[in-house]
């Protein structure tokens, strides 16, 4: 057997809340790219041993009060929010994304699209950071083509926090055009400031097979998957 086919997978935990319903093609994209996907209930009170967390997109709790309001109670988020004090890495996507910000986890909020409908299609995104553990594969510029599905994905900063995250460079996504959702600044994902904690409104986990027309969401998952490998104690050839 080669040695890098000894070489451990890292293992990113799938949380999964009641209403989710993009947990089973995050798993089967992490999968397929090289890390071990991890399944975590809701209500799991303590996280596995994993490297990463991703919080994947759908309906958390039928969105009652707002998107992401209830899911970011579920006992999990205690040891999650643990994990990213630690700097361990956590990705939001859609409804995951809303959870991170509900959480506080992430600034700013979603609201509801400009156009009151749900939107459902490819769209472009371009990388405006290379230096996070989500863009890494990424060229600074790049467009990624990555579809979008959602009713409240419209990114809402008021003018202080927006400069903030300007000067911050915490925009790590932007839409390219058009936004389909009106956000502000064309933003499309955004990370918190120490780089660990990203969330986005593109889902990545539905660009990673060229049979669906785009494979461009390898470049974050990919991305996240390489940190998460880092992050991996192997222990030392005796």
């Not at 996907?37 to 958390?60: C, I, M, T």
């Not at 910000?101 to 009151?116: D, F, T, V």
């Not at 998460?228 to 050839?237: D, R, T």
């Amino acid at each position: 057997m080669s040695a890098t086919a000894r070489e451990p997978k890292p293992r990113v935990a799938v949380v999964t809340f009641p209403g989710s319903n993009d947990d089973g093609d995050a798993a089967l994209a992490l999968a397929a790219l090289g890390a071990e996907p991890v399944p975590v209930w809701h209500a799991e009170r303590e996280l596995p041993d994993v490297q990463a967390v991703v919080l994947p997109g759908g309906f958390s709790y039928g969105d009652y009060l707002r998107a992401g309001a209830l899911a970011h109670l579920a006992p999990v988020m205690k040891p999650v929010r643990a994990l990213a004090a630690d700097g361990g890495l956590v990705l939001g996507i859609c409804n995951g994304f809303q959870i991170l910000c509900e959480a506080g986890l992430l600034p700013g909020a979603l609201r509801a699209n400009h156009s009151l409908s749900f939107v459902c299609r490819d769209v472009a995104v371009r990388a405006e950071r290379t230096d996070t553990p989500f863009t890494r594969r990424c060229r600074e510029g790049q467009s990624l083509t990555i579809p979008v599905k959602h009713g409240e994905g419209c990114f809402f900063a008021d003018a202080e926090l927006l400069a903030e995250l300007e000067a911050s460079r915490q925009v790590v996504l932007r839409y390219e055009g058009e936004s389909p959702n009106g956000s502000i600044a064309g933003i499309a994902g955004i990370a918190n400031a120490e780089g660990n904690v990203m969330g986005l409104m593109p889902h990545p986990e539905h660009a990673v097979d060229p049979l669906v027309g785009s494979t461009d969401g390898a470049f974050i998952l990919g991305s996240l998957i390489d940190a998460a490998h880092e992050a991996l104690a192997v222990p030392a050839a005796v």
